[in-house]
């Protein structure tokens, strides 16, 4: 139990039903300054019930409130204030984090439902943008905070691999690819031949037309169409692969908007049923009006299904095989507006669990200050800048560590390491800057900081151990383990936070201020000096490294023994 939870507890006893545990906990502070305790409860809302002064109150609680984890229950004025008891709360501490080890931090909120992350989501035949990078990152990290959090977490990849754009590529694919280029080189020919459409529809607009009937083509299932599409398909996907593969990411689904395809007419059919479509300029929408939002559109007026239409049919879909309890869509910003169309078109279509949708919008990369842009083929390879990472992290270990075993692998750790990092140290919502100099520091809030923290940690450890020396939670008193060890408390608290505000960042943020507070530590205590404390403060070290390589996995980081 967290010492918030006992001490809410501890007060209810003496309480009664004036106020639930909940309540209690909700009220109880962390004080300013460590002379006022470790925790604070106000009095002023029982004052209000009970009609007493807070002051008397507050008295009359510090009387009666005992536990063997409190050094001391003081009053302060209308505050009743808890001083923990160090040797006891850093031993039982240490014991439960040695115990669960990589499970210390598991919340059970979740009872084994199923939440849905639909996130990556590139688009087909175009480069996998630093916006899908972010979209990847923070996407990977909440399907893993969702399943610390005791919910079964579905990956899926909703690829953009329908639209009136592959009428586009095949028309310009038919007229001047070639075949080897692509092979050799998919999606920068394809973008190639992508762009060239454009630039030459704008001469001869009969392009245009051949790219429609194509696209009807492909719709119809035609056997060459339906060929080319799934070969540019195909092409693409193995190199989106390669970038997961690097990152260490994988899915549960790749179910795309193409695999809608035969799944849309019921959607169109129920809308119709419910009274919700209008036409309207010979397309067919569903009016949000009374939202003071533009239509969402469903169909348009030669028939073509639209990607909301494919969302509304990917969340029936979803709803039916997963039974979700949470549909989560890890999405750029700039899409704000559509899934607000799609999630209310779903509440008007009466579906109850339409409330349990929801969009978790991300900021801009920008590179000196502007958006990082994929279009007009100005293209920032991905994996070229992965590349780069991994081999900035080789020349550093090259320079600093030149015997270390397993030397690529460690690179790949830190290098990835440092772009995942990167990401999410920043709340989502915030436009970041890239740079791949400063990503790659070990010094600041940065990945191979906490990565190289941890493995400190381990040669401690790994020192001790060919010495004989055991960890073993004997209490500690002292300031510094003091500090570690309410860094290492504050674990559940984070990923709580993160789960509830689909924020990652708050893990990042948790994990470096454990690094910090390690850090302190190390340079001013002797972990290995024989006395009575060595093997709590070797405990305490061993908790460390637990708490830091979860921490890092949750963001979806490795954590090196040695770098
Ligand atoms: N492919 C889309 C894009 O790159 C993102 C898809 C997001 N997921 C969804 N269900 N709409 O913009």
Redesign the pocket.
């Given at each position: 139990m967290e010492l918030k939870q006992l001490y809410a507890h501890e007060l209810s006893k003496h309480i009664g039903e004036s106020l639930t545990v909940t309540e209690l906990e909700e009220l109880i502070e962390k004080p300013k300054y460590a002379k006022q305790g470790d925790l604070a409860f106000p009095c002023f809302a029982l004052a209000k019930i009970k009609r007493q002064s807070p002051v008397e109150i507050a008295k009359g609680l510090a009387q009666v409130i005992h536990h063997t984890l409190f050094a001391k229950i003081e009053a302060n004025g209308p505050y009743v204030n808890c001083f923990f008891d160090k040797h006891q709360v850093s031993a039982a501490w240490m014991k439960q984090i040695l115990l669960k080890g990589n499970h210390y931090g598991d919340v059970q909120v979740g009872n084994g439902e199923q939440i849905t992350i639909?996130f990556s989501?590139?688009?087909i035949a175009k480069p996998f943008?630093m916006?899908?990078l972010r979209?990847t990152v923070i996407g990977n990290a909440l399907a893993n905070i969702v399943e610390k959090c005791g919910y079964h977490a579905v990956r899926i990849n909703?690829?953009?691999d329908w639209g009136t754009q592959f009428g586009k590529l095949i028309t310009a694919y038919k007229h001047w690819g070639v075949e080897e280029k692509v092979r050799a080189n998919p999606i920068p020919e394809l973008l190639k031949l992508y762009v060239e459409f454009h630039e030459k529809a704008i001469e001869s607009p009969a392009l245009e037309d051949e790219a429609r009937a194509w696209f009807k083509k492909l719709e119809d299932g035609e056997a060459e169409a339906h060929q080319l599409w799934e070969w540019f398909r195909d092409v693409s996907l193995q190199e989106f692969n390669r970038i997961y593969e690097l990152l260490g990411i994988h899915f549960d689904s790749y179910h795309g908007?193409a695999f809608y395809n035969d799944k849309m007419e019921r959607t169109v059919e129920l809308l119709q049923e419910k009274g919700l479509l209008s036409p309207s300029k010979g397309a067919e929408v569903v009016r949000l009006d009374e939202y003071d939002l533009p239509p969402c559109l469903i169909k348009k007026s030669d028939g073509a299904t639209l990607?909301a239409t494919?969302?509304l049919t990917?969340a029936r879909y979803r709803q039916d095989t997963y039974h979700f309890a949470k549909a989560i869509?890890v999405?750029?910003q700039e899409?704000q507006l559509?899934?607000r169309q799609v999630f209310l078109t779903l509440e008007k279509m009466n579906y109850p669990w339409a409330k349990d949708m929801v969009h978790v919008p991300f900021g801009f990369i920008l590179k000196n200050g502007k958006k990082m842009s994929t279009r007009k083929g100005k293209v920032v390879l991905l994996e070229k800048v992965i590349e780069e990472a991994i081999e900035l992290a080789a020349k550093n270990i090259e320079a600093k560590n030149p015997t270390l075993k397993n030397k690529h692998e460690v690179a790949k750790q830190v290098g990835v390491g440092a772009i995942i990092f990167q990401d999410l140290r920043h709340e989502r919502q915030n436009h970041i800057e890239f740079s791949l100099e400063g990503m790659l520091k070990f010094e600041g809030m940065t990945g191979p900081y906490v990565q190289y923290t941890h493995a400190r940690a381990c040669s401690i450890l790994a020192n001790a151990a060919a010495q004989a020396i055991q960890p073993s939670a004997i209490g500690l008193t002292d300031d510094y383990s003091w500090a570690v060890i309410k860094q290492l408390m504050a674990f559940p608290n984070a990923i709580e936070t993160a789960f509830k505000q689909f924020e990652p960042s708050e893990i990042a943020k948790y994990v470096f201020q454990l690094s910090q507070e390690f850090n302190k530590y190390y340079n001013q205590v002797k972990v290995l000096q024989a006395d009575e404390h060595m093997q709590g403060r070797l405990a305490l070290v061993q908790c460390v490294t637990i708490v830091l390589k979860e921490g890092l996995r949750l963001l979806g980081l490795k954590a090196p023994e040695s770098m």
């Open positions: 639909d989501s590139p688009n943008s916006g899908h979209s909703h690829l953009g908007e990607y494919r969302d990917a869509y999405v750029g899409q559509h899934f």
